[in-house]
């Protein structure tokens, strides 16, 4: 009895030191969650005005327009860039977002893929070493871009990914990411990059068409204009899944510090019990030995 009280007691104490970590790090993840969120909440309506802007002017130029980011190719071969947390106790946030690029290379991609046309570039820790033991091609050079979250680091990342469109040797690049709703939930969401699909799907709607005089020129302006875009929408990415991860994470350990007290809860009875147990035995005893001393 003694040794089972000894075992209860020890993991009563691994217990409580586990609440204590949890909590700790429940913390610090609302308090980065609050900065993640901030951030998002500021770049998504720049983002979304010049996705408006880029579309207005689509509609009216139509099959004007000129954009080798708009280029639609027959797909010989696809870039999937899969963005999860270098850390993880975040719940289903990582393995959520390698699921859907699993599912894409087994439905969406499945010809090319077992033709290895399939490349993956991967941002964060958890995605490459998801992937690394498998027979997609992997690109880490940007893998440590959470490590300091910057535009100016997501524009050559960017950069990249457009450069090798430009150059054929991807024809479409898909982005796979968590979305951010709020701290409870982040939705695994993946989307097209390039070709710009948003250029053709608003392109022959009447309601956005207006008279537009360009000053510099339509080439410069979308030379300028387009890159700038994709730039930032990418950067966005970035950001939606750095307050994902928060969320997911502090949603996590609210919920593992939820069971472990409960956890506690049933040891701190069964603790309990045990040594009202134990001392009813004790005593059992003491009084088996009066009274056999008595007797005598």
Do not use: W
């Amino acid at each position: 009895m003694g040794a089972n009280l000894k075992e209860v007691r020890l993991r009563i104490a691994s217990v409580k030191s586990t609440t204590q970590i949890t909590k700790a790090m429940k913390m610090v993840s609302a308090a980065k969650l609050r900065r993640a969120t901030d951030r998002i909440v500021q770049i998504r309506p720049y983002s979304n005005q010049l996705n408006k802007v880029l579309q207005n002017i689509a509609a009216n130029l139509g099959e004007e327009m000129n954009s080798s980011f708009a280029t639609q190719r027959p797909i010989q071969k696809a870039l999937i860039v899969l963005i999860t947390s270098d850390k993880g106790l975040c719940g289903g946030f990582n393995s959520n977002s390698v699921k859907l690029v699993k599912s894409l290379l087994n439905e969406k991609y499945a010809d090319l893929a077992t033709k290895g046309k399939v490349d993956l570039l991967t941002v964060g820790k958890k995605g490459y070493d998801a992937f690394k033991s498998s027979k997609v091609k992997i690109n880490n050079d940007f893998g440590n871009l959470f490590s300091h979250l910057s535009f100016e680091d997501a524009s050559q990342a960017a950069t990249y990914i457009m450069y090798a469109f430009e150059k054929q040797e991807y024809d479409v690049v898909d982005v796979v990411y968590g979305q951010f709703k709020n701290a409870g939930t982040q939705i695994p969401t993946v989307e097209q990059f390039l070709p710009i699909k948003s250029i053709q799907a608003e392109a022959n709607t009447s309601k956005l068409k207006s008279d537009y005089m360009f000053e510099p020129s339509q080439e410069k302006i979308l030379n300028d204009l387009v890159p700038k875009i994709l730039k930032t929408q990418f950067f966005r990415y970035l950001l939606d899944s750095n307050a994902s991860e928060h969320g997911a994470r502090m949603t996590a350990m609210d919920k593992a510090t939820e069971n472990a007290n409960e956890l506690l809860k049933s040891l701190n009875i069964m603790y309990n019990r045990a040594r009202q147990a134990a001392i009813t035995t004790e005593l059992t005893e003491i009084v088996s030995g009066a009274a056999a001393l008595s007797n005598e």
